[in-house]
Structure formats: C-alpha cells, structure tokens
C-alpha cells in the first residue's frame, strides 16, 4: 500500500515538474540567438513551462547546452552540471554541442556527452525552434516516463542501496 | 599606396630591408631580425611616418609552402623561398601590420624565421596592442617574442601541448582535460 502510494505521489511530482523545467542555459555560440527566439513570444517556449532560466544551477533542473563546447570549458560544464540538484535534466541545443559539429579540430570537444550525459540531442546549425519545442515535449514525455539519465540513476542507486542492505542484513 | 614608406625605409635602413613587396595595395618589407626594433621605432616615432596603430601580428607557417608557379613556365622552374639568402627556406614568416591614421598609410613587417630558431623581437612595448596579438601568435605558432612582458598562452590552457596553427600539428589531434568516467560501462 504504502509503495503504491509513494509510486503515485512521484508520478504526481514527475508532472509538474514536466510542466515546470527550469533551464540554465549554457549558451557558448551562435545557436543562443535561436535559444533566445524559442524563448521570445513567437515561439514561446513558455507554452510548455519552461520559460523561466534560472542563471545558477543549483536552482535549475534542465541543462540546455546551446553552442560549441570547447576541450577548455570542459572543467567548467563538468562542475555546473554537477552542481545541479537532483534529478536534472540535459538537452544538447545544435551539432556542435551533441557531435561537434564541424569542428573536428584540437579545440572543439566531439560533443557535450564527452563529459556530462546528455538526454536528448537537438541536430540542426542551427535547429529550428520547432525542434527545440519538440525536444522539450520529448524531454517531457521521458520526465513523465522516468526515463530522464539522473531518473534511471537514482533508480539504479536505488536498487544498488536495496541488495547491499539485504546483503548486511543475511 | 603606400610605396613612398617602402621607398623612405629602403634609403634609410639599406641592407637591413631584404625585401619589399607589393600586393593589391598593401606593401610589405622582409626585414632582417636584429634590425626589426630599430626599424619599428623609427616607424612610430618619425614625424613622416607616424604608424600610431597596431592593426594586427600573426604568423605564416611556410611548412611544404612553394611559391605559385607563374603562368608559361615550366613545372621545375619553380625556385626555392630563399629571402635570407643562406641557401634555406625559412619556415615561419611573423608578420606585423602597422597603420598610420594621420597619414593614411600602411605597412606590414616580417622577419623570416628558420624552424630551430624562432625567437623574434618582441614589439609588445612598442605599441601595446600587439601584446596580446604576439601572446596569441605565441600559443598557436609557438614564437618566441623576446622582451615581451608577458608571454603566455592567451586561449589554450596550460595543459596544452605542442602549437595547433602549424602546420605539423595532427589536425585532429585533441587533448582532453576532463572525460566523462562512466563513457564505458553501465550507461
């Protein structure tokens, strides 16, 4: 009964916050002016709930990599995702942030995945506000489905905890 | 454009000019390497030339570098790059582009390097805007600009080794600092 509940009150939990993402956007290049007309009126990405970027990590749960990451801001997008409190989420905004796009050089790192899990991969130089819209409700379906990497984690940390404690206690 | 400043550092500096070129409007004096300082000060400082601005400093990496073969002549007849005249080809041209904005005119100096010896003088103190221009000319062609007050990588990090802009450098070749530890396993 009381796993019942707690499975449905976590689907409840996983609702809103579906509806209610708050981004920290890692805008590095040019893919931030097509960040910035997803988020203006137009297109309006505040018709899925996450229209509110919070500029500190420690209060956002969507991770939104928006340009080339260089090998030198490697340390620096390692700490800010770790910084995020779970569960969190990450979206890679363009090729250059999910491949490297173009750059196959000594500076571009082949994608932001190289140091932090991403969840869902946005192609495009840049993508189409379209996409960024059907990512975020692709991103929404996985919150929903607690699917989200951090999600499946805890879980597997979860489970991890469970037989080790079965183990102390036989 | 700007030939009567070739014309006016040929008489004044001689032998130290080993060669000036020009090309669609831009002109260009090789200059021997002890001789760069003298002349740039003089550039700066002489009423008649006045170059007040520093426009840009960079490198040529000349690595495999033939001259383009003029049309009409014979494939072999391609001569070798020898500006110093000591029988090498130098493998780095540094170049350093000046500008006069009470006169108008131009000029870009270049000194010739040899791949073992790529030490230059530094013209940071000159005019300071090329401090950082030689410090990124430093990091990418690994110049070393004597007397600069602050040589040091300006965009790679510390970690970095080797100077990616030559042309020897493996063009992909990357050097991480930070990889995700669970990229094999589990995930």
Same mark, same amino acid.
């Given at each position: ?60 749960? =969507?991770?939104?990599? %928006? ?9 620096? +997008? #390692? *700490? ?58 692709? =991103?929404?379906?996985? %919150? ?9 984690? +805890? #879980? *597997? ?14 | ?187």
């Amino acid at each position: 009964m009381l796993e019942l509940v707690t499975t449905k009150l976590e689907d409840v939990a996983n609702w809103g916050r579906k509806f209610s993402l708050f981004s920290y956007p890692f805008v590095t290049a040019c893919c931030g002016m097509e960040f910035m007309s997803v988020a203006a009126p137009k297109y309006d990405i505040a018709r899925f709930g996450a229209e509110f970027p919070r500029f500190s990590p420690r209060q956002s749960d =969507l991770l939104m990599i %928006v340009g080339t990451i260089t090998e030198k801001q490697g340390p620096a +997008l #390692k *700490r800010i995702y770790d910084q995020m409190a779970e569960p969190k989420w990450v979206i890679a905004f363009g090729v250059c942030a999910s491949t490297g796009g173009f750059y196959q050089n000594y500076h571009a790192m082949p994608g932001a995945d190289q140091v932090i899990p991403v969840d869902v991969y946005i192609p495009g130089c840049p993508p189409r506000p379209e996409q960024v819209l059907d990512a975020l409700i692709l =991103l929404q379906d996985r %919150v929903a489905r607690k699917d989200g990497h951090s999600q499946l984690r +805890l #879980k *597997r940390e979860k489970i991890v905890l469970e037989q080790s404690r079965a183990l102390e206690d036989d | 454009m700007s030939q009567k400043v070739l014309d006016a550092l040929k008489a004044k500096f001689g032998d130290a000019i080993i060669a000036t070129e020009s090309q669609h409007g831009d002109e260009v004096a090789l200059v021997k390497r002890e001789k760069l300082k003298d002349i740039a000060t003089w550039l700066r400082d002489d009423a008649a030339m006045a170059f007040d601005m520093p426009v840009f400093c960079t490198c040529i990496d000349l690595l495999d570098w033939r001259p383009v073969k003029a049309p009409g002549t014979a494939s072999s007849a391609r001569p070798a790059w020898d500006p110093t005249g000591d029988g090498k080809s130098p493998r780095f041209e540094v170049c350093w582009q000046l500008r006069s904005v009470p006169h108008r005119h131009r000029i870009r100096l270049k000194v010739a390097l040899h791949e073992n010896d790529v030490k230059v003088p530094s013209l940071a103190l000159l005019w300071l805007g090329f401090d950082w221009q030689e410090r990124e000319t430093f990091d990418m062609y690994g110049i070393d600009f004597q007397g600069h007050p602050d040589q040091r990588r300006i965009y790679l990090y510390d970690e970095f080794i080797g100077h990616p802009l030559r042309k020897d450098y493996p063009k992909e070749k990357r050097q991480p600092l930070v990889r995700r530890s669970d990229l094999v396993g589990d995930h």
